[in-house]
């Protein structure tokens, strides 16, 4: 629920519980009473203030209703006990039946994140997508969402889709604060939906699948607002994931070459994001190195939850090996003295490295990250949103007044590859009815609705993954599917014609 009120020549707005639904912002309203007034010509052409602290105001997480265990995943699939629950640190898998598909994942979010902020539906002037979930080569999923923004009569929304893996939602957030940013902004709101159904064909890689949907309010005064300047990226041609096969959901996956290339893209985008902000420190005369204890939380895209330990493990060992003369003998360097020298290239196979550390940097990853896994943990890997996912789930496992102040870094990687580590800077102001206290509490309940789901075998869950093959790009198709089992509030997939339109409806709320 959201207030908009001015302060000065600025316009102010904030999120607020219980309050009137959100109006055009000041400086947009101001814009069409300056077309019908000359005096007003005058104040169009003054400069208005870079809008501040552009960032996240709101964020909405929609994940199946359903879910398979993966320790019975691990008996049904013959391998080992513990390789998905400890080997990966997986301990369950969202899945939709075939009557969920990326329009659908996309419609509830974006629905939900509207009905529970009490946003009207003209106040949103941009709507990105990242999704890696193709079913139409050129009917962007922004175009579907549309339908949701009909009965307002606003059809100025700008922004389409983003496609390269599990990267698309970030490049979407980067875009909606660049246009909140730009000439071309008129003073409303941005969204930004993520959402993905990550399925892999029957062997090693199944068990890191998920599927899920993110929405986020994107705007200035924001409770979460990116910091200006310290990005760092990567990007470079890689075949570590790919989806060239158009008539599968699967991706071609080289499982270990993506670990790697993942790890790589870290140490590179951290070596970026340091020296940015570093230098950002020299010009304020701070001279310091950045390094992990700078960040109070650090949220990674999670393939699997083992993998985020070991990468905290790994920006840990960037900062060892950057450091002039760390101390070996005591504290968080002790006993790593023989990894002295060594260079990042050659250690991303290196279990001695890896395990080194892991443990070293045990108790950071708890408190930095830890928290941040119960998503992903618990629905797998949702692609796209994988890495909002996890900035939900730290949201919904601290207090406002814990979060208050904090830098938190998140690393977003997307096959073949693009990656950025970027940072939010956490609001001042943790009183109750704050932006940062409604944002926080609008998450509270994740952890009941994930325990709301519906656990089903291994067997039923193997069924649905071959019924989902068989009718994927079907015709003159009704999907299977028990609609009693979704969510109440979550749209479904109910026809798609003889020309591939698909129909939609939503389960009441
Ligand atoms: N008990 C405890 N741990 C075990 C057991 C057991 N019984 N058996 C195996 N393990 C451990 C292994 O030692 C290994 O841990 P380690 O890497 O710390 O040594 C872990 O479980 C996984 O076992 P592997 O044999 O390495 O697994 P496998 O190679 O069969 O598959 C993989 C893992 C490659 C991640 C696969 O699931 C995959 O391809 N997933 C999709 C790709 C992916 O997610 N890539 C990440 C970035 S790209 C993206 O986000 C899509």
Redesign the pocket.
Known sequence: MFRLFARGRQAKRVLQPQARPLQPAPRMAARQRASSSAASVEQLSQPEPWPRDVGILALEVYFPSRYVEQAELERYDG?????YT???GQKQMGFCAAHEDINSLCLTVAQRLVERSRLSWDAIGRLEVGTETIIDKSKAVKTVLMQLFQASGNTDVEGIDTTN??YGGTASLFNSAAWVESSAWDGRYAMVVCGDIAV?ATG??R??GGAGAVAMLVGPNAPLALERGVRGTHMEHAY??YKPDLASEYPV?D??L??QC?LRALDQCYAVYRRKIQRQWQNVGVDKPFTLDDFQFLVF?T??C??VQKSVGRVLLNDFLAAPSPDTQHGLYQGLQAFRGLKLEDTYSD?EVEKAFQKASLEMFNQKTKPSLLLAARNG?M?TPSVYGCLASLLAQHSAQQLAGSRIGAFS?G?GLAASLFSLRVSQDAAPGSPLDTLVSSLSDLQTRLDARKRVPPEEFAGIMKQREESHHLVNHTPAGSREDLFPGTWYLEQVDDKHRRQYARRPL
């Open positions: 391998v080992e006990a513990g390789k400890l080997g990966l893996a599990c892999y090693n890689a068990p890191t570590d994931f996956v499982g270990k993506s670990i993942y895209h393939p699997f083992k993998l279990k890997n692609y990687y096959s």
